[in-house]
């Protein structure tokens, strides 16, 4: 089944999943709309879709459309605006020991360890287990042209990576994965404040963080960065 968005995006059609069980919500079923495959989306067409609250997995741009559920709200960090919190800021504090790197390559017998023990460890639960090469590549490491990949190394190691995508009004955090051997150092908030620091030096408004889902505590985490904007009614409105 497919249908039309808006002439801004030249008239593009979705195809629509059938139903399946919600990552997010117990007893939900969720039913995914994404762009046809085989259309080129530039950086700017891309832009324009992470600015109607589309998102990337991989090969795909999809947006959720559940007939009987809207919890998925898309969200993104006021760049500008961003105060960290005391708690963030004891996070940078623990940190400083570490060295970021951005690339645009990556080296896929570093990483994919590194994955699979995330997926492993703390994902054994969601629709991204198990944990395989084919999914690893095809899900992170066929980065389009306009991805980066932010590295976070201990003495050379990597123990935290994230892929994000340049988007015209800010940087779209796609996927962050960590060695969850020190969980002291709060790894997944160090990458997303790395993030903001690579789109304060990129110049870049906005970080898009995904979907914020207020039941699901997988994505509780997001709320704790802040000034947030929520797409409401086609609108980037402040959260309240």
């Known amino acids: 089944m497919s249908r ?115 997926i492993n460890e703390r994902h054994s639960d969601g629709d991204m287990y198990p944990p395989s090469r084919t999914q690893f590549k095809d899900f992170i490491s066929n980065l389009w042209r306009n991805s980066k990949m932010i590295e976070i190394r201990d003495e050379g190691k990597l123990i935290a990576a994230g892929v994000v995508d340049i988007l015209d009004t800010g940087l779209s955090a796609i996927y962050t994965y960590f060695s969850c051997d020190e969980p002291k150092r709060s790894l997944g908030t160090y990458t997303i404040l790395a993030q903001i620091r690579l789109a304060k030096q990129m110049q870049l408004p906005y970080v898009y963080l995904g979907y914020w889902i207020k039941n699901s505590p997988k994505m509780a985490y997001k709320s704790n960065f802040q000034p947030l904007e929520v797409l409401k009614d086609s609108e980037w409105v402040l959260a309240d």
């Open 4 to 118: 039309d968005i808006t002439p801004d995006v030249q008239m593009i059609r979705l195809f629509l999943t059938e139903p399946h069980p919600c990552s997010y919500l117990d007893d939900k079923e969720a039913t995914t709309a994404f762009v046809e495959p085989g259309v080129e989306i530039d950086p700017h067409l891309y832009s324009q879709l992470s600015d109607m609250g589309f998102r990337r997995s991989g090969r795909y741009v999809y947006v959720p459309r559940c007939d009987d559920c809207n919890a998925c709200i898309p969200a993104r960090l006021v760049v500008k605006d961003f105060k960290p919190t005391r708690q963030q800021r004891r996070c940078s504090s623990k940190n400083r020991d570490l060295n970021v790197w951005v690339t645009t390559s990556i080296d896929e017998t570093e990483h994919y360890p590194l994955y699979e023990r995330y």
